[in-house]
C-alpha cells in the first residue's frame, strides 16, 4: 500500500489546539503529514509542535530561500489530500475568490488533490451570509466541508461552530483516502 500524503493547512483559530491531535492521530495511522501554518496559527500553537507531532518540517513562509523549488508547487503536487483545519472565515474567504497572499492559499490554488474544510468560528461569524455563500462556492467546486458541531464555543456562549473532535475529522479523512496503513510502534519497557 502506498503511503497517503496529506497537507493540513492549519489556520488563526482558537482550536488550532485541537487540530495537533489531528495531526498526531493521522501520523499514527501511518499517514504522512506535512503541516503548512498561517501568520495567525502560529499566534496559537508553535510550528515546534506540528513538527514533532508530524516529524516532519513544517512550512510557514513561500519565500523559502533554502528550497530551489517554489515550495506551493511543490506540497501541492505531492498531495493526496489537503485539509485545511481549523478553516476560518478569513481562508475561506480567500479560498473562494482565489486570493493567493501566503503559503498556504497559493498551495490551495495550485492543488489538483481534493480539497477538505473543517470550518470554526463563533456562531455569528458561521452563521455570516458571506461565510455561507463562500462555503458553498467552495463546495460548488467540489471541496469537502466538514460542518462544525453545535456546543460551547471559546468566546464564552454555546452555539454551532466548534471544531469537531479530531476522530470525527480524523475518520472524514480515512473515508475519503481509505484507511491508513498503520505504524509499527516500539515497544516501552
Ligand atoms: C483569540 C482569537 C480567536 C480567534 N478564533 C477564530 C476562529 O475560531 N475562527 C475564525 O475564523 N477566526 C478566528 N479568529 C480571527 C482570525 O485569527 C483572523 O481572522 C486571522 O486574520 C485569520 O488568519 P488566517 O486565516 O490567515 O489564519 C480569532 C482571533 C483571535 C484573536
Known amino acids: ?8 493547512g492549519v489556520c488563526g483559530g482558537i482550536a488550532c489546539y485541537k487540530v495537533c491531535d489531528v495531526v498526531s492521530l493521522l501520523y499514527q495511522k501511518g499517514f504522512d503529514v506535512t503541516v503548512i501554518m498561517t501568520a495567525a496559527a502560529q499566534k496559537f500553537v ?11 518540517k513544517v512550512y510557514t513562509d513561500m519565500f523559502d530561500e533554502a528550497s530551489y523549488d517554489p515550495t506551493h508547487i511543490y506540497l501541492a503536487d505531492n498531495a493526496d489530500l ?10 475561506i474567504a480567500k479560498l473562494a475568490v482565489g486570493i493567493a497572499d501566503d503559503l498556504l492559499t497559493t ?20 452563521n455570516h451570509p458571506t461565510v455561507k455563500a463562500n462555503l458553498a462556492t467552495l463546495g460548488a467546486r467540489g471541496a469537502l466541508v466538514i460542518a462544525p458541531d453545535a456546543g460551547y464555543l471559546a468566546c464564552d456562549r454555546v452555539g454551532t461552530g466548534r471544531l469537531p473532535a ?9 473515508k475519503m483516502l481509505g484507511p491508513g496503513p498503520g505504524r509499527a510502534l516500539a515497544q516501552g519497557k
Open 82 to 91: 489537503f485539509l485545511v483545519a481549523p478553516a476560518t472565515a478569513d481562508i
Open 46 to 56: 508553535k510550528p515546534f509542535t506540528f513538527q514533532t507531532l508530524s516529524h516532519r
Open 107 to 126: 498551495c490551495a490554488l495550485a492543488l489538483k488533490a481534493p480539497l477538505m474544510l473543517a470550518p470554526s468560528m463563533n456562531d455569528n461569524m458561521w
Open 1 to 8: 500500500m502506498t503511503t497517503k500524503r496529506i497537507v493540513i
Open 166 to 174: 479530531p476522530d470525527a475529522i480524523v475518520a472524514a479523512v480515512e
